[in-house]
């Protein structure tokens, strides 16, 4: 049977998806559907309170049910060592609840059983006696100085985490000052939830004859899960195998270690059978990693002209009981301090306080990359009500303000070196799509009718490809990447990363980099990952940093096997080294391109007919440690007709126009963007996990926390400017996330377009209808 | 937290309605849509009721304490407990005054913490549901100490 073959230079070709062709048939392998023999099941028993002590827990009930093997407490756990575990933040976070419960939902015991039905029937007999204590939701009264003090476990005694800044604080004042015009606004980013398909879950299966543990876990990140399973459970880490097999996606979600993982570990060990932990819906939805979560006050000024002079940004940023957030060690506030986005600001300066509530712990970047998103929702917002203060068109206003693309790499006032953009040839590329002066002229027509069009625009810059080891890491542990790159005898390649795709694509898009490289096509090139018993380590997949970094490895490791193979092919074509050249498909001798050899015949003499005193075989290793950050941008430009019956921001059209650098493959980039912009709709009109004053959580299913489906979401116009990043090894820079970050403001500037006439400059996220039918009814206009 | 409040008028005389709002063996029963009641003391009882709200069915296992003010004019009645995961917390005070001789006023406020999943899933339809358990109570209160006026039985509605 003939091999089914793709076409050489795959590079930049839309190119099929390899992993659809199981995914689509249902053939996929996530964890629910490994069933290990005489696997347990666990559930857990969670606190319907907030906020409580535990005056007692009762299990002899839940023990004494048939099929139950195990009941865990924090007690239980105490004596291992392990009721508390370390957070990615460099915090400590309960396991099992001990003294008290800080959230609703927090874990305080587990049963393991024989069925997972068992194991919820004896979690619910488990009796647990509280004892209410005051409950604090809100970060700012959290920072108040009377507020209840909710870690006991702190010798601080108050309720703050951190404070970081960034920028010239006095100069940033000072020019504040000075300027003709200041626009202060109150942002408010919610707290909302990646809400994956596919919940988190393990089977933790310990092989006590061996002592080695398998562990199948949803993780983005397999290597590092395990080395913080290595540090939190003192297990060596070479006896930890993590298995990530399929995983129903992750957007951050499934970045840390929750503590139904240790609870399993715990149970297989002590029962010596592999235990499965799945959460539900509502588990995941109130007390696996949130994301967001920030109050923003923003002070932005600009002269006379209209042009930007200075910004300032004061945060609290609500981190929930523990501080759980994915950030690297340096940025406790993520990248936040790209806030200055795609604009030339003299001067900036930004500060966030973070805080312990009531609320469930995480702080994880929700497709985006650390924080990112808060701070482009932020300064996009801001230069709206810019634009509205000084009367402008907001797109003019962008133009005048973008960092020429003359200026790059350009130095930001709070500290990073943007790589490359053309912010004006993006931004016109989407006003051409559009064609905005005709919206525009429609607008005042309608205005004129009494009827509510409003146009918005994004002009974001991310920040992704986390990163250098200078300045980047996760519990001290660098953050590059790898690839390792085996070619067989018949030119056939494996390669294995330390990433982890949970739907990106990474198994078609990276065997299009080494394909590229080696001369081969995507179908010779099979990508593995998720296995840390056979791929080299790395920090994984998330905050867009797959091909900026995994991505780079590949390109590097694979130019190391065509080192190598150039010299092999000097041997097969009889002539030196020097002589050797590449064509992209084949080696040839030079001035002679018809005495050429394939990477295939190659890789057969690597194995059959090797230079004298070469080492067999034809495979590399690349770790790959990137000089720098990439920046991905983009325009996003959305128009809305606000019902004035309902209070409905109808969107017509939503274009968007990204610059992700080098593209790898086109569809695959335009999937990519089809889902986060998606998703940037859901949390520009209708997804909060909100509260309660008694800390209850208001959307812990999905029929309050509302996932839009392709009935709901706009139709998504799309194209795409290219400027390469300069010190990538392809030119790329990671798109993933770009439209989740981009596409909020747009919308939300949209509706604050549409409402100008009326005095609105701001209304908080989500954009319920019944928000801005609020305001429409007080501006006496609803229908 | 949502507070309720009502008042009741009673046609029977302040000693007799503060003897009942004090004992454990008379209020106990007027828990709505009450199962079983076991009183533990004259002031501590509980009682296992039944719960519905929105699609959650399943019953509440609730300890009460009754806390007499000991001069005859007001009652706190304290309720916590829980089931299907979630959490209840009631705290009463019940004033009473004499309208006439033999009639008595009884004032009740209600303070009804209701915590975890029922909390959210009947997110929309828990106030009404809450305000209706809690002038239940208060209903079959009035309602026994009708019947006992009246020599009549001694069940209340559930």
Redo the contacts between chains.
């Keep these: 049977m003939a091999l089914e073959t793709t076409e050489l230079r795959p590079l930049g070709k839309s190119i099929k998806r390899k992993e659809d062709a199981r995914l689509v048939r249902g053939q996929g392998r996530f964890l629910d559907d490994i069933k290990l023999p005489r696997m347990l099941y666990l559930a857990l028993v969670?606190s319907?309170?907030?906020h409580a002590r535990i005056v007692g827990i009762d299990t002899a009930r839940a023990r004494a049910l048939p099929g139950v093997h195990l009941v865990l407490t924090g007690e239980d756990l105490a004596k291992l060592n392990l009721a508390w575990m370390p957070t990615l933040a460099g915090d400590k976070q309960m396991v099992l609840a001990t003294d008290k419960v800080l959230f609703?939902y927090q874990e305080v015991a587990a049963v393991i059983a024989d069925t997972r039905a068992l194991a919820e029937d004896g979690a619910?007999l488990v009796e647990v006696t509280?004892d209410?204590l005051p409950v604090v939701v809100d970060p700012r009264r959290a920072l108040e100085p009377d507020a209840p003090v909710l870690r006991d476990d702190r010798e601080q005694r108050d309720n703050h985490i951190f404070h970081w800044e960034v920028g010239e604080r006095a100069a940033t004042d000072e020019a504040l000052r000075a300027s003709a015009v200041v626009v202060k606004e109150s942002i408010r980013m919610p707290r909302v939830h990646p809400a994956p398909v596919e919940p988190c879950g393990c089977i933790a299966d310990y092989d006590g004859a061996m002592g080695k543990l398998t562990w199948y876990v949803t993780s983005q990140a397999p290597h590092a899960h395990r080395t913080v399973l290595a540090m939190v459970a003192g297990l060596p880490e070479h006896k930890i195998h993590v298995i990530s097999p399929d995983v129903g996606g992750g957007f951050g979600n499934k970045v840390p270690v929750f503590p139904g993982y240790v609870a399993a570990i715990v149970g297989s060990i002590s029962l010596g059978r592999p235990v499965k932990w799945v959460e539900t819906r509502?588990e995941n939805l109130t007390s696996t990693n949130f994301a967001r979560d920030y109050f923003m006050d923003v002070e932005l000024g600009a002269d006379d002209k209209g042009r930007v002079t200075a910004l300032k940004v004061t945060t609290v940023a609500d981190h929930g009981a523990f501080d759980a957030a994915a950030d690297p060690t340096k940025y406790p506030a993520g990248l936040f301090s790209i806030v200055t986005g795609s604009y030339d600001f003299p001067t900036a300066f930004a500060e966030v306080d973070a805080a312990y509530t009531n609320k469930a712990p995480g702080g994880i970047a929700y497709r985006c990359s650390f924080r990112v998103t808060e701070a482009s929702f932020l300064i996009e917002r801001a230069m709206n009500s810019l634009a509205l203060k000084l009367g402008v068109d907001p797109a003019d206003l962008r133009f005048q303000n973008f960092i020429g693309s003359d200026r790059f790499p350009y130095d930001s006032p709070l500290g990073w070196t943007y790589d490359s953009g053309n912010y004006a040839a993006t931004l016109n590329r989407a006003l051409d799509m559009i064609d905005y002066r005709a919206l525009r002229q429609e607008q005042a027509e309608r205005r004129a009718r009494g009827e509510f069009m409003g146009i918005g625009i994004s002009t974001f810059t991310e920040i992704v490809g986390a990163g250098p080891s200078q300045s980047f890491d996760i519990l001290g542990i660098k953050m590059f990447d790898s690839c390792e790159i085996r070619v067989h005898p018949t030119g056939k390649v494996i390669a294995r990363l330390g990433t982890r795709h949970q739907g990106q694509g990474h198994e078609t898009t990276f065997a299009q980099i080494i394909a590229e490289e080696l001369g081969l096509s995507t179908e010779d090139v099979l990508v593995e990952e998720g296995d840390t018993d056979t791929a080299p380590y790395g920090l994984g997949t998330y905050a867009s940093r797959s091909t900026p970094t995994a991505g780079g490895a590949a390109a590097l490791a694979a130019r190391r096997v065509r080192d190598k193979g150039r010299k092999i092919a000097a041997h097969l074509l009889e002539v030196s080294d020097d002589e050797v050249e590449w064509d992209g498909q084949r080696f040839y001798a030079a001035g002679a391109p018809e005495h050429a050899v394939s990477m295939a015949e190659v890789s057969l003499a690597a194995y059959t007919n090797l230079p004298a005193g070469m080492e067999p075989g034809l495979e590399a290793t690349f770790y790959y440690d990137p000089p720098n950050l990439t920046f991905p941008n983009g325009a996003y430009v959305a128009v809305v007709d606000i019902d004035k019956g309902t209070g409905e921001a109808k969107v017509r059209r939503f274009v968007a126009v990204d610059d992700c650098g080098t593209v790898i493959n086109p569809m695959v980039v335009e999937g990519q963007i089809h889902g986060g912009l998606t998703e940037g709709f859901a949390i520009a009109f209708m997804q909060e996990i909100a509260f309660?004053?008694?800390?209850?959580?208001?959307?812990?299913?999905f029929t309050?926390y509302l996932v839009p489906t392709a009935v709901e979401a706009p139709k998504w116009e799309t194209d795409r400017t290219v400027t390469p990043s300069p010190h990538h090894p392809i030119g790329a820079k990671g798109v993933g996330e770009s439209p989740n970050v981009g596409s909020p403001a747009a919308f939300a500037n949209a509706v604050m377009d549409a409402l100008s006439p009326l005095g609105v400059t701001n209304l908080d996220i989500p954009l319920f209808p019944w928000k801005i039918w609020e305001v429409l009814r007080q501006h006496g206009v609803t229908e | 937290m949502h507070t309720y409040t009502g008042t009741l008028a009673l046609e029977a005389p302040l000693e007799r309605v503060y003897r009942f709002i004090t004992a454990a063996a008379d209020v106990g029963p007027c828990m709505p849509d009450v199962a079983s009641v076991d009183v533990k003391d004259d002031t501590h009882f509980q009682a296992r009721v039944r719960v519905g709200v929105g699609p959650v069915r399943g019953s509440f296992d609730l300890s009460a304490a009754i806390v007499p003010d000991g001069e005859g004019k007001s009652a706190a009645l304290e309720v916590r407990g829980g089931g299907m995961g979630s959490g209840v917390d009631i705290a009463s005070e019940l004033q009473l005054a004499e309208v006439a001789p033999g009639s008595t006023e009884l004032r009740w406020e209600a303070r009804v913490t209701i915590s975890g999943p029922l909390a959210a899933l009947g997110a929309r339809l828990i106030d009404g549901q809450a305000k209706r358990i809690t002038a239940q109570l208060f209903d079959n209160i009035e309602a026994r100490i009708r019947q006992l006026s009246e020599g009549g039985p001694r069940e209340v509605e559930g």
């Design positions: 969670r319907p309170y907030a609703q619910a509280y209410p509502t309660d004053e008694d800390g209850n959580c208001l959307a812990p299913n309050e």
